[in-house]
């Protein structure tokens, strides 16, 4: 998969793309491989990814989104937003349903 990030460097986001690309597995690694969307609402009670949660939530990445890029029946990749914030529920779901529409 091609990496492509649209961010201000350095930042907390950046980090986190960073570790899923190294240790080949994270939210947004997982949506494109898989297909699937992975909304995590507080990184620091996400047991999925332990150690990749545990090390953006202390870096101050709290929440993401991360939804897949489907193309002719294909995933090509991921999109993920992410939140120096906790989203228990709202915001991040309703970006999830926005999301869907969008990607």
Do not use: H
């Not at 201000?8 to 597995?25: M, R, W």
């Amino acid at each position: 998969m091609t990496r492509l990030r649209v961010a201000e460097s350095p930042c907390p986001q950046c980090y986190a793309d960073e570790l899923q690309y190294e240790g080949g597995y994270g939210p947004c690694v997982d949506a494109g491989r898989a297909g699937q969307m992975f909304l995590v609402d507080d990184m620091r009670t996400k047991q999925r990814w332990p150690d990749y949660a545990q090390n953006v939530a202390a870096d101050g990445v709290l929440s993401s989104l991360s939804v897949p890029l489907p193309f002719q029946g294909v995933t090509i990749g991921a999109l993920n937003t992410s939140r120096r914030a906790i989203c228990p529920g709202g915001l991040m779901r309703s970006r999830q349903s926005s999301g869907k529409v969008r990607a």
